[in-house]
């Protein structure tokens, strides 16, 4: 693992919200982070501008395997001691019986495979002892499915969760630290602005987690508080 000083991190999804002020709390504790976004400019470029080279970004459709492949080969030179996924869609609180074929593919495709596609690609970047960890959430979790709503966004997220543990099987011998994490109900464009969190409130615990947690083996669903979720 790299030293306090050069430790580096790739957050993928940091244009705003939650990865955005990811991408900056870690730059503050002295990371060394390339954050991706989907168009260039806005407050991440602005944080990147300010930031003496310390925060940089990489333009990527995280649905596109061919833009992964790409910033796989664009970033080889780099030994990353964090991966992190933050990617989320909601389209609505509709039933389940009432969601349209094609806005169930573009969630499903964009919460749970896209990030899965994200770590295989970039996999290889992460040092030894490093960590992947991909942003989650409590909805996901089956055991506390007990309201009402937002069925496809659940789904997404437990498919999500899902494909973590088959990813994390396959790659149990691989030495990298791997995390969900839940950040709570934050204040964003998907959370709303009635939630009772800001991301300025609740990334910092999330990043004390993942500082935390550097170097645990297996897999953890956990709260920015470092609780366990249940599955």
């Known amino acids: 693992m790299s030293t306090t000083s050069d430790r580096r991190a790739l957050i993928i999804g940091a244009s705003r919200g939650l990865g955005l002020v990811l991408a900056i709390e870690l730059t503050r504790r002295g990371w060394q982070v390339v954050a991706t976004a989907r168009q260039g400019g806005g407050e991440l470029q602005a944080n990147a501008d300010a930031s003496n080279g310390q925060l940089t970004v990489e333009l990527l459709e995280m649905t596109s395997t061919e833009q992964l492949a790409a910033l796989r080969n ?30 169930f593919t ?23 002892g490093g ?12 055991s506390q499915n007990t309201e009402d709503g937002y069925e496809l966004y ?35 464009q998907l959370g709303g602005p009635d939630a009772p969190l800001t991301p300025n409130e609740s990334i910092p615990a999330v990043v004390d987690v993942l500082e935390a947690q550097a170097g645990a083996p297996g897999l953890q669903f956990l709260d920015r508080h470092g609780e366990t979720v249940p599955w």
Do not use: W
């Open 154 to 188: 659940k789904a997404s997220k437990a498919a999500l969760n899902q494909l973590m543990r088959s990813y994390a099987t396959r790659h149990a011998n691989d030495g990298h630290t791997k995390l969900l994490i839940d950040p709570g109900h934050n204040q964003t």
């Open 106 to 128: 573009e969630v499903m495709i964009t919460n749970a495979l896209s990030p899965l596609r994200a770590l295989e690609a970039l996999r290889g970047l992460v040092a030894p």
């Open 74 to 103: 664009h970033l080889e030179e780099r030994q990353l001691d964090l991966l992190f996924v933050n990617a989320a869609i909601d389209r609505g609180n509709l039933p389940i019986g009432e969601v349209p074929t094609d806005i």
């Open 131 to 142: 960590t992947v960890a991909i942003m989650s959430s409590e909805q996901g979790s089956i």
